[in-house]
């Protein structure tokens, strides 16, 4: 199985630049979500869909937008890249419904803005 | 709004000692809490999960239990092996009060060494 797919694994923009993060899950689940993880904060929620055709906010949505393409893939966009935005991307698919249940993440993607 | 707090890190252990990861958290209603692994280059995985007071989550030889009288759910290990080295994130997942549904909250990760 190949559970969360993540593209690509690492990236060094310029400030400025835009790109996007593409994931994709193959276990049917509703929910997915993308976090940030810094050095001494954990993983930090940027945005959220709960299910195919919703997404919402999470901590800290600034500068950051998504689309939820369909019920697989849900894709991270940095519009104009700031050295801020350095960080490892994580993508995350959960069942819908049920808080007890396992999130699957990918295998993260190392962006560099310089 | 829902938190999680880890011991400071990092910590450094020889193998075959005794581990503790201290974890508080404070949240609303009654959350299902986590520790997630993450090893060198990886994404998260789950370790061990409990979901309801005084149950206990258990895998790999590590052991948490939910303590919610001192909102706490410590992770141990008794004997500690080199491959164990990785960053220990301790979560908590809340639906109550309109929370963000279904999402997890992490502590700030502990990162683990183990020596010969």
């Known amino acids: 199985n190949a559970g969360v797919t993540q593209t690509p694994k690492f990236q060094v923009l310029k400030t400025g630049q835009s790109m996007t993060l593409q994931c994709a899950q193959d276990?049917?689940?509703?929910?997915m979500y993308w976090y940030r993880q810094d050095p001494g904060m954990g993983l930090r929620l940027i945005y959220y869909?709960?299910?195919?055709?919703?997404?919402d906010k999470g901590e800290v949505p600034n500068g950051y937008n998504v689309s939820r393409l369909n019920k697989r893939e849900f894709s991270l966009r940095l519009e104009s890249a700031a050295p801020s935005q350095t960080s490892v991307y994580f993508c995350?698919?959960?069942?819908?419904?049920?808080?007890?249940?396992?999130?699957?993440f990918g295998q993260g993607t190392r962006l560099t803005v310089v | 709004g829902d938190s999680v707090t880890q011991m400071e890190g990092p910590v450094t252990l020889s193998e075959e000692a005794f581990l503790t990861i201290n974890c508080t958290y404070t949240?609303?209603?009654?959350?299902?809490l986590f520790w997630y692994v993450q090893y060198p280059g990886e994404g998260l995985q789950l370790l061990l999960k409990?979901?309801?007071?005084?149950d206990k989550g258990s895998n790999k030889g590590f052991e948490a239990t939910y303590r919610k009288e001192t909102t706490s759910f410590h992770l141990e290990k008794g004997s500690v092996q080199v491959s164990d080295s990785a960053v220990y994130f301790c979560?908590?997942?809340?639906?109550?009060?309109?929370?963000?549904?279904?999402?997890?909250?992490f502590g700030q990760g502990t990162i683990l060494t183990v020596h010969p």
């Open positions: 949240a609303t209603g009654y959350p299902s």
């Open positions: 979560a908590l997942s809340n639906n109550a009060g309109g929370t963000s549904y279904g999402k997890l909250t």
């Open positions: 276990m049917n689940h509703n929910s």
């Open positions: 995350a698919s959960r069942e819908q419904g049920n808080m007890n249940t396992e999130a699957f």
């Open positions: 869909s709960a299910s195919e055709g919703t997404t």
């Open positions: 409990a979901t309801k007071a005084d």
